[in-house]
């Protein structure tokens, strides 16, 4: 039987996820974890790695495209986008692209239709001013 203590805690790690991203944006596992510890100094990766399946299959926070090395990301943003992503630093943004980029590409792969969300890569303004 699961006490009540473990059900709180988890539900502790859940919010924090929650908030961790509504003030990121976009955050990996260890991104999370690292942030997470500071509440939580034994907080393991696993206990992460789970809530943060839990939240994305309940819908509470959705599956961003993977940072630059691979890792799956977290979005705090639920609703259907799109995101710009640094091909340099891994920046990850929102953006909201697709009813205007859609009929342009379609018309260049001409009997094909696009679905899903699109993510765009190029190079931010930051990694832009550190190149010049």
Known sequence: ?????????????CEQIVQTLKLRGHATNAELLSSLR????????????????????????AIAPSNKDGSMQYDANTTPHDHFQCTNCGLLKDANIKEKITPILESSIFD???????????TCKKCMKGKM
Do not use: E, W
């Open 112 to 122: 094909c239709s696009i679905s899903g969300q699109l993510t765009i890569n190029g």
């Open 1 to 13: 039987m699961i006490s009540n203590t473990t059900s709180q805690r988890q539900t502790k790690y």
């Open 38 to 61: 500071k509440s939580f100094p034994d907080l393991s990766a696993t206990t992460v790695h789970r809530a943060t399946t839990r939240l994305a299959s309940r819908g509470t926070i």
